[in-house]
């Protein structure tokens, strides 16, 4: 976990989630695969949870070559909030955690 154990995983029903939203919004966008490595969690969860979240509205997709690029939706009735609690959250990982996971960033290739 990078965070208080379990922070907002039962709001958002799973950790992978709260990891995903996580890094949509401090990078403000990312891709499944550098999300699935950084976080050491397998692809198919992570793709499962963006098909989730893309069918909610919450983020939106764009294909960018063979890339799908990822960012939270400028148009979710919620944004505001959501990233409030994004934000709010971030206050609560620790360091090292915030270092280990949100500093080293590629680009797709």
């Given at each position: 976990?990078?965070?208080?154990?379990?922070?907002?995983?039962?709001?958002?029903?799973?950790?992978?989630?709260?990891?995903?939203?996580?890094?949509?919004?401090v990078y403000g966008e990312g891709y499944g695969r550098q999300i699935s490595r950084i976080f050491g969690?397998?692809?198919?969860?992570?793709y499962q949870q963006v098909r989730r979240l893309e069918n909610g509205g919450i983020i939106a997709g764009v294909n960018c070559g063979r890339t799908r690029i990822l960012r939270i939706n400028p148009r979710y009735p919620f944004?505001?909030?959501?990233?409030?609690?994004?934000?709010r959250a971030m206050e609560f990982i620790p360091e090292e955690s915030k270092?280990?996971?949100?500093?080293?960033?590629?680009?797709?290739?």
């Open positions: 976990m990078i965070g208080a154990p379990h922070m907002l995983e039962s709001l958002l029903g799973n950790a992978t989630i709260e990891k995903i939203l996580l890094y949509l919004h969690i397998p692809f198919n969860g992570v944004k505001k909030e959501l990233t409030a609690l994004l934000a270092k280990r996971y949100f500093t080293n960033r590629t680009r797709p290739q």
